[in-house]
């Protein structure tokens, strides 16, 4: 059971520059919800991993005590077990919110294109210019 993280090659799932432009904008959101998607899945595997290493450790902890090693060491062990099972449990409530959070992505994303996809497809197969959104509220 390894628990080495793995490098990331970048920091930031999407770049938030100024492209506000339709397809732009699915684009991000799309790149977004995937990398939370990911993100969940990676959590809840971690999620597991943890519980299997408070197991295992719990069952270190009882052969330590069968072997009437010295007490403190038994106590050290319980330790460890107690702050895996609570790190699960924080790892458990962070994967629930990157779940949520991959849900209201996608759902943005819905969304966004109910919303403007008429409006790109009108201004996309245009071959005059028009106005950018928000031109005449000046």
Same mark, same amino acid.
């Given at each position: 059971?390894?628990?080495e ?9 999407v770049?938030?520059d ?10 991000k ?19 597991r ?11 270190? *902890? &009882?052969?330590? $005590?069968? @072997?009437d %090693?010295d ?8 330790n460890?077990v107690?702050?895996?099972i609570?790190?699960a449990?924080?790892?458990?409530t962070m994967? *629930? &919110?990157?779940? $949520?959070? @991959?849900? %209201? ?5 819905r969304t966004h ?6 409006l790109?497809d ?10 950018r959104?928000?031109?005449?509220n000046?």
């Amino acid at each position: 059971m390894s628990s080495e993280l793995a490098p990331r090659s970048s920091t930031a799932p999407v770049v938030a520059d100024g492209d506000n432009r339709y397809k732009a904008v699915q684009a991000k959101l799309d790149k977004l919800g995937k990398t939370m998607d990911d993100a969940t899945l990676e959590l809840e595997a971690l999620q597991r991993s943890m519980q299997d290493n408070a197991s295992h450790t719990d069952g270190v *902890a &009882t052969d330590i $005590e069968n @072997a009437d %090693l010295d007490p403190k060491f038994v106590g050290l062990t319980v330790n460890v077990v107690s702050a895996l099972i609570g790190s699960a449990r924080e790892v458990r409530t962070m994967s *629930a &919110t990157a779940r $949520e959070t @991959a849900d %209201l992505t996608h759902q943005t994303r819905r969304t966004h294109s109910k919303l403007y996809r008429g409006l790109d497809d009108i201004r996309s197969n245009r071959r005059e210019k028009t106005p950018r959104p928000g031109f005449f509220n000046r």
